[in-house]
Nanobody, 129 residues
Framework: QVQLVESGGGLVQPGGSLRLSCAAS????????IGWFRQAPGKEREGVSCISSSRFSTRYADSVKGRFTISVDNAKNTVYLQMNSLKPEDTAIYYC??????????????????????WGQGTQVTVSS
């Protein structure tokens, strides 16, 4: 059974860093596009970053470009989101999601929640002094 489990969230001061992990079980991530999303209270779920199944293509929301990095460790079947220079507006629940469709291969795909079939339960990130 497909399962995605996020971890690594927590409370961090502005300017700090966190690395989120999303461990997959029941399937291999090798042939899946992967996305990271976040949802703040009262707001819609927002695409943060994605990586294509070939791993050749990545995308980032404008709000996180230059601060966040998505990566995949195939041996551990885990995807990461390194978040640096965190800001209070980054506070949200962060989710990973996967799909076998060829997503994140152009500027038009990969950062929309409806594109993804499988989701983790989320991990809370709070940026506050």
């Amino acid at each position: 059974q497909v399962q995605l489990v996020e971890s690594g969230g927590g409370l961090v001061q502005p300017g700090g860093s966190l690395r989120l992990s999303c461990a997959a079980s029941g399937f291999t991530l090798d042939y899946y596009a992967i996305g990271w999303f976040r949802q703040a209270p009262g707001k819609e779920r927002e695409g943060v970053s994605c990586i294509s199944s070939s791993r050749f293509s990545t995308r980032y929301a404008d709000s996180v470009k230059g601060r966040f990095t998505i990566s995949v460790d195939n041996a551990k079947n885990t995807v990461y989101l390194q978040m640096n220079s965190l800001k209070p507006e980054d506070t949200a629940i962060y989710y990973c999601a996967t799909d076998r469709f060829p997503l994140c291969i152009s500027e038009h795909t990969g950062l929309h929640a409806l594109e993804y079939d499988d989701w983790g339960q989320g991990t809370q990130v709070t940026v506050s002094s």
